[in-house]
């Protein structure tokens, strides 16, 4: 089982929600193995009714060939996606995730055409989404609000231990310049040198916090 953790990105992709209900995509960028698909699926179990995750590293050719073969039909389309995910997708209640949709380009040229449309939302995950292999002939859609993704920082990777005190200590102790003492001083570096040794990733965290 995935241990969850609290991550700042997800007030971001709230922000996106609110703001700009369904006139954008959005594309998460970042490293492999930072958690991407991980908190995108917990904010859409969390803040929709229903949602979509469609992996390109799994799918197989009947997927591909949805957004080949039927992106001028957005009805037919969105009718065998539902079919073959088993899901029932809700107008502007639902959310469609491309997770890893560097891998098949066509998908995030259909973007332009599904944001006009209007119906859902959709999220958008990948690492190294600009370069030119995986934009190479497709017209990149200019409906998108893109944010980065990165390991977890400082505060993120002492929430992961259930620790929520020890940020906020530093920040009064920094404002009001006041001494930790040698004990407290010592105990704060020690977790500072396990976080820069396991380098903010989430699956270290999942281990020590079991």
Do not use: C
């Amino acid at each position: 089982m995935t241990t969850i953790f609290e991550r700042k990105i997800y007030d971001k992709i709230s922000e996106w929600k609110e703001k700009y209900d369904g006139k954008y995509a959005l594309p998460i960028e970042g490293a492999r193995r930072v958690g991407k698909t991980t908190v995108v699926k917990q904010f859409a179990e969390n803040e929709y009714r229903s949602y979509i995750i469609i992996d390109f590293s799994k799918v197989d050719k009947n997927v591909n060939d949805l957004f080949t073969d039927h992106a001028g039909n957005l009805d037919r389309f969105f009718l065998y996606l539902q079919q073959i995910y088993r899901t029932i997708i809700h107008e502007r209640e639902s959310v469609i995730v491309f997770d890893e949709v560097q891998l098949f380009p066509p998908a995030r040229q259909m973007i332009k055409h599904l944001v006009a449309d209007g119906r859902y939302d959709y999220i958008e995950t990948g690492s190294l989404l600009s370069i030119k292999q995986n934009v190479n002939d497709i017209l990149i859609p200019s409906e998108e609000m893109s944010i980065d993704m990165h390991p977890m920082d400082f505060e993120e990777f002492l929430w992961a231990q259930k620790d929520y005190v020890t940020v906020p200590l530093l920040r009064k102790a920094f404002e009001e310049r006041l001494p930790l003492g040698r004990s407290m001083h010592r105990r704060i570096l020690n977790l500072y040198n396990i976080y820069m040794l396991v380098g903010g990733m989430p699956q270290p965290p999942e281990a020590l916090s079991t």
